[in-house]
């Protein structure tokens, strides 16, 4: 049993992005595409807008479809996975590394076989990485650095990511925000990781490295499109394998959510909800449970579709 490298990407992809500085977007992107962005409204006036975000993305993938706008302008506050400035000063990027630096003592080569270690350095000069620095990680860290660095060199970062973008016009605008869950929730996630499911992470991201710039493109494409069963068929189309690791990062945190964003409808607010676009969709994605629970929810369109 393997990961697909998509797998892995989705799952780092669910977890916000370390904060960044203001975002210079360009101005080069289709703003008439019809985003994944779902409205549930209420009886008594209360507004969710939910609105799928890619937390990493380039300058080139601004303007935003013209619903995330529209959601914006109409809501008092933003809803964030983490609270407001929880990724701030690079306190989240400290945390992260320390978690995936292992014990005095202990080198990633001794963990895994051979032709991995071997591969791993490889891509570590091709990337400027000294391979030595990537011995010291746990096998977790280390796919996700290798992840991240990836989407770097593509331009993609968490200072342009959709989260991070309204975070800060919130916070010029004076709109309150608040977070689903705490950093150390989200850290949980991967400190829970059994070995077996780190070495596994580890090899098939080596094996796949390649992809990451096939597998992004396609993902932004579905995700500015609004086509939330190619997205997530993109992003999950392994998970059955995995079931452990869906209800740990996806799955339970889903279910958590549910129940705080009801409260705001039933105190009649206004809110913009910006979670990872793979929380939408599925059987248990954010817009199924809430469907559940009997509340109404629409696909905001672009005017004139």
Excluded at 32 to 60: D, F
Excluded at 103 to 129: M, Y
Excluded at 186 to 212: C, D, N, P, W, Y
Aim: aromatic residues 8%; proline residues 4%; negative net charge.
């Amino acid at each position: 049993m393997s990961f697909h490298s998509g797998f892995w990407l989705s799952l780092a992809l669910l977890v916000c992005g370390c904060g960044g500085n203001e975002n210079g977007a360009g101005k080069q992107a289709d703003a008439t595409a019809a985003g994944c962005v779902w409205l549930v409204e209420s009886s008594n006036g209360g507004r969710l807008y939910l609105c799928g975000t890619i937390h990493l993305l380039r300058p080139s993938d601004y303007p935003l479809p013209a619903a995330y706008e529209t959601a914006y302008a109409d809501s008092d506050e933003i809803i964030l996975e983490l609270p407001p400035g929880a990724s701030e000063a690079g306190d989240l990027t400290r945390r992260m590394q320390q978690l995936g630096t292992l014990d005095e003592g202990e080198a990633l080569q001794e963990l895994i076989p051979q032709t991995d270690w071997l591969r791993l350095k490889e891509w570590s000069r091709k990337r400027g990485l000294p391979p030595e620095v990537m011995n010291r990680f746990r096998p977790w860290f280390a796919a996700l650095l290798m992840v991240s660095t990836e989407y770097q060199a593509l331009g993609a970062r968490s200072e342009q990511g959709v989260d991070h973008h309204f975070e800060k016009r919130a916070a010029r605008d004076g709109k309150n925000g608040m977070g689903l869950e705490t950093v150390e929730q989200q850290l949980a996630l991967f400190a829970g990781m059994t070995r077996k499911q780190e070495l596994e992470v580890l090899e098939q991201t080596l094996a796949e490295v390649e992809s990451v710039a096939a597998e992004y493109e396609n993902m932004v494409s579905a995700w500015r499109k609004g086509e939330l069963e190619t997205l997530e068929g993109l992003l999950f189309r392994e998970a059955e394998r995995y079931p452990e690791l869906m209800e740990a990062f996806l799955h339970a945190r889903n279910r958590a959510w549910v129940p705080e964003l009801e409260k705001v409808l039933q105190r009649g607010g206004k809110a913009m909800v910006l979670v990872g676009a793979g929380h939408l969709g599925g059987s248990q994605g954010l817009i199924a449970l809430l469907r559940e629970r009997g509340h109404a929810v629409r696909q905001v369109r672009p005017a004139g579709s």
